[in-house]
């Protein structure tokens, strides 16, 4: 299938407009370039019923997260996403996804708990990981107190984020911390081979290879081990007895073979899982919010099926 027309142009304009890539300027511009371009293309104004700014103690100094309440939605316990957001470990935070997570609420009714994580290069792998599950951990051991039914706890990101959602579905399992679902839009699931899809769309297509590798350096410190699981969870030997799966793909995203592999190992192992490989766009076409109708149809379905999958 052909790209689709309308991501075409987005990708055009990008050209045309040039400018350094992010490994050139370095993670500080480049947070600022990605907070620019996400304010501008993201959601505007969805309103929620509540929002409320929290932090998670730990040693390092806390884990800032907010809590996201959909319109209609009061005191009554509800069931949780807790989402973690993309941008390879390096750029993002609770408000370029502030948009994107108040939607995710609305539309699956349900509370959406955003966690800023740690990013590289300042603060190296296992930073993220340590934040991602003590922000999970957190919020099932307090879940009353937030307003969330200890009972009916998901996990979900994008891109990087949707690494740390199935690598944290992984370790809530080991840890015996129940989850419904897992949401994993465009998730990296391996760091290291050099998959078709890595080959076909390195350049041009809004993530390319030369970015990711800048992620990956600026995340992982040298000599780290891209086999272990807390990594690459699709390097996990044992995927059994995992939370159902939602896996959104785009077809001319660098990362759809490893997603699409992470699905194919997760059914293999008696996980349900989901696919939506949306086959005419790119990675992470759910931000383009504003030029882009497929891009709230595509968010929406993956908080309307994740909401399926709650415990009822």
Same mark, same amino acid.
């Given at each position: 299938?052909? =790209? ?51 932090? !998670? #103690? ?5 884990? #800032?997260?907010? !809590? ?12 949780? /996403? ?20 108040? /939607? ?31 922000? =999970? ?8 107190? +937030?307003? !969330? ?29 129940? &989850?419904?679902?897992?949401?994993? /839009? ?7 081979? +050099? ?24 995340? &992982? ?7 272990? #699981?807390? +990594?690459?969870? &699709? ?19 660098? =990362? ?16 349900? !899982? ?24 595509? &968010? ?13």
């Amino acid at each position: 299938m052909a =790209l689709d027309p309308l991501v075409k142009g987005f990708l055009d304009q990008m050209k045309a407009a040039g400018g350094p890539k992010m490994s050139e300027i370095g993670a500080p511009a480049a947070r600022e370039v990605f907070n620019q371009m996400m304010q501008a293309l993201g959601p505007k104004d969805v309103p929620v019923g509540k929002t409320e700014n929290r932090t !998670v #103690p730990t040693a390092t100094g806390g884990v #800032p997260i907010r !809590v996201y309440t959909p319109v209609g939605g009061g005191r009554d316990l509800m069931p949780a /996403l807790v989402y973690f957001h993309g941008g390879g470990w390096v750029i993002g935070n609770l408000e370029t996804h502030d948009g994107l997570c108040r /939607l995710m609420a609305n539309e699956g009714n349900f509370r959406v708990i955003a966690v800023d994580y740690r990013l590289g290069p300042e603060h190296k792998y296992p930073a993220a990981y340590d934040d991602a599950m003590a922000a =999970l951990s957190w919020v099932a051991a307090n879940a009353a107190d +937030i307003g !969330v039914d200890a009972n009916r706890i998901a996990v979900g990101g994008d891109s990087a984020g949707g690494a740390l959602a199935a690598i944290c579905a992984q370790q809530a399992k080991a840890k015996g911390i129940p &989850l419904d679902a897992q949401m994993l /839009l465009f998730p990296v699931t391996q760091i290291g081979e +050099i998959t078709g899809s890595l080959k076909e769309f390195a350049v041009g297509y809004f993530l390319e290879k030369e970015t990711l590798d800048w992620f990956y350096e600026s995340y &992982l410190p040298a000599g780290a081990d891209k086999s272990d #699981p807390r +990594i690459s969870p &699709l390097r996990a030997k044992d995927l059994s007895g995992l939370p159902p799966a939602y896996i959104m793909l785009g077809g001319f995203d660098p =990362l759809h073979d490893e997603g699409m592999q992470y699905a194919d190992k997760l059914r293999a192992a008696g996980v349900p !899982v989901t696919v939506a490989d949306h086959s005419d766009m790119v990675h992470c076409f759910v931000y383009l919010q504003a030029i882009l109708p497929q891009a709230h149809e595509a &968010l929406a379905a993956a908080a309307k099926a994740v909401a399926k999958m709650f415990s009822a």
